[in-house]
C-alpha cells in the first residue's frame, strides 16, 4: 500500500512530463489537460494539450525548458480529456475522459 501512495505522489509531481513521454510514443493521440491555476482570491481556468511529446497551453505561458517544470504557477488538474489526432471540424475525435490524474499514465488509457 506504501508504494502505491509513493507511486501516486511520485506521478503528481512529474505527470505532465510523464504524459509528454507517453504521447511522443502515440502520435495519433491529442490528451487535453483541463483544471485550475490556484490564484490568491480566485482560480484561473487551465487548458494544456499535449501532442506528439510537447504540451502547449491555450490559457497561460508554460516552460519549454525540459529541466523545468511546464507550469511554474501552483495548478490543479481536474479532467483528462483524450482525442484521436488530427482534429477536424466535422469527425467526432473524442475517445474517452477520466478525472484520475493517473489514468492516462498508462499507455493503454491511450488506445
Known sequence: MEET???LKMAEIDLINN?????SEI???ILKLEGFILKK??????EI???KGFSSS???????????KVIALSYKLTNFKLYKAPL??????????NQNSVFFLNQRNWI
Do not use: G, M, V, Y
Open 41 to 46: 482570491h480566485h482560480k484561473e481556468k487551465l
Open 27 to 29: 502520435p495519433n493521440r
Open 49 to 51: 494539450l499535449i501532442f
Open 58 to 68: 491555450t490559457t497561460h505561458p508554460i516552460e519549454i525548458d525540459l529541466e523545468k
Open 19 to 23: 504524459l509528454e513521454k507517453i504521447s
Open 5 to 7: 501512495l509513493a507511486f
Open 88 to 97: 477536424t471540424e466535422t469527425k467526432d475525435n473524442f475517445i474517452r475522459e
